[in-house]
């Protein structure tokens, strides 16, 4: 997949080079597909799915009661079922024969026992590593949050710790925070990776709301230029809106003299042929 060999990895071309443009299309909740050229062969598109939820209210009408096939990765943030359940059947279905998880290793431990993932369908890692398959890289980073796993009889079992990634591809890095509160380390995540594109939950109630995703967004992640808000309104605990999020930003920019950034609206990117904005 990508760049497998040390000599094929010296001849890649850097990713902040790559003048394509990238898509990105919200799955409903906090899930996310990401689509892009491979570097090497213009022709494949490769498929990169973020805390896909198939079973989540908000899911396109044309994925409904369907498993797609076209993944060549799926990024789990933790063991939430709303995060993490449609993983292994995204996995199994998948047409490409390097299709891979990634997501901390405890995780993927009960992806195997439970669900009968295969060890060379995943790529566990955890918060600090990096993973470059040519065509994107993937950089673990922490998210502050929970991380359990649903079993069969309803019980849970301990899903490793919870976490965000950044994911730069087509020269765009798109940090996806995973359920998550603000937390001060988030300036690390943007000093070291430079996101240019935040997906973060604004729904409240096991996140961040609207006023403390606004509040990271100014204070601590300065070097974006869009953000999408996401984990909002799928139950009616998750009461977080765009307008109040929108509104926050308008009080913490100043006060943090924060540039201009555009916020997009989840549902704005719900075609499959959505274009990273």
Known sequence: MGCSSAKQERQ????????????????G???????VPDIQDASINRCIYIDPWLDNPFLPEDLKGKVPNDADLVLITHGHFDHSSSAPGIIKASSKKEAKIICNYELFQFYQ????????????????GQLDFGYCRVQMVSADHSSTCLLRDQTMTQGGEP???????????????GDTNVFGNMAIIDKLYKPTHLLLPIGGSFTMGPRE???AVSRFLPSATVT?????????????????F????????????????????????????SVLP
């Open 213 to 215: 995703a606004a509040y």
């Open 12 to 27: 890649c071309t850097p990713l902040q080079t790559i003048n394509r443009k990238v898509k990105l299309r919200w799955l």
């Open 113 to 128: 026992k439970h669900h009968g993932v295969k060890e060379e369908q995943g790529a566990p890692m955890n918060k600090g």
């Open 29 to 35: 909740h906090s899930g996310f597909r990401i689509e």
């Open 228 to 244: 999408i808000p996401m984990h909002f309104g799928t139950f009616p605990l998750l009461k977080g809106t765009t307008e109040e």
């Open 246 to 273: 929108e509104a926050h930003l308008r009080k913490f920019q100043p006060e943090f003299k924060r540039k201009p950034i555009k916020v997009i609206a989840p549902q704005k990117l719900m075609l499959l042929d």
């Open 163 to 177: 976490c965000g990634f950044v994911v730069s591809a087509g020269g765009a890095n798109i940090y996806h925070a």
